[in-house]
């Protein structure tokens, strides 16, 4: 089980979005690779990247922010955000990142996953945002007429590593995560799913860690972690005895 701290990019900057509005975005660092080194030396063990503003231009626009973290961290990273092509993708994984996130192409060009999930088996993931139940791409921007689970059933032998589920209308704001959807996904899907979208407190740690979520494998903590209502400690704490416990 994997707590993920999110670092999200805009012009350069390490910033937070409620519900996915660019024009509500706050700045939490001025620094993104000096926040990546910090949330490592707390004791987390994979990073979340967002280029915010690569998807909405299609393609990686905080290409030098993204670097510069790569070149500070030694934990695994993954990114989404603009990311529509091979070329992209192979970009991006030669330059280090562990595993790339494909959402908009994943309902506009599911060949790409496919392809990309075969080429790099493990590496592709698949960001599914959903605002009342349907896909949300191009940065939000837009809505689809698909749900959730009929594109994720689109991958079930694609290969792909996991499914990032977010409840746009809990992002960013501390609603707390939409734990029934998210576990309703898991369990319709053999692919691994990630809870992402208003984590809010170590109340979701502990909702990640009961019996129901066992199919889950992870989730993204953000603005908690940042306005500090999340310990990382006492977080880490939790998940790291959950491991040890699932061992025995």
């Not at 499914?163 to 939409?178: Q, S, V, W």
Request: glycine fraction near 8%.
């Amino acid at each position: 089980m994997i707590l993920f701290p999110a670092i999200d990019l805009k012009d350069g900057l390490c910033v937070r979005l409620e519900q996915g509005d660019m024009a509500r975005a706050k700045v939490f660092h001025r620094d993104p690779a000096a926040q990546a080194l910090a949330f490592e030396n707390q004791g987390f063990a994979y990073l979340h990247m967002v280029d915010l503003d690569g998807a909405f231009a299609g393609k990686p626009v905080n290409a030098a922010a993204v670097e510069h973290v790569l070149e500070a961290v030694t934990i695994p990273v993954q990114l989404g955000g603009g990311i529509r092509d091979m070329k992209t993708i192979e970009g991006w994984l030669t330059k280090g990142v562990t595993r790339v996130i494909i959402g908009t192409a994943a309902v506009r060009d599911p060949s790409l996953v496919r392809e990309a999930a075969r080429e790099y088996p493990e590496r592709v993931a698949v960001g599914l945002d959903a605002r009342d139940g349907k896909v949300a791409v191009q940065g939000w921007a837009e809505t689809s007429e698909l749900t959730v689970s009929e594109i994720a059933r689109r991958f079930e032998d694609a290969g792909v590593a996991a499914i990032i589920y977010t409840d746009i209308a809990r992002d960013g704001l501390l609603k707390g995560i939409n734990w029934d959807a998210t576990i309703a996904l898991a369990d319709e899907i053999s692919i691994p799913v990630i809870a992402s979208g208003g984590l809010a407190s170590i109340e979701d740690v502990k909702a990640l860690l009961q019996p129901r979520a066992k199919k889950l494998q992870g989730a993204i903590a953000g603005r908690a972690l940042y306005d500090g209502r999340l310990d990382p400690a006492e977080a880490l704490k939790l998940t790291r005895e959950y491991r040890e416990q699932a061992r025995r």
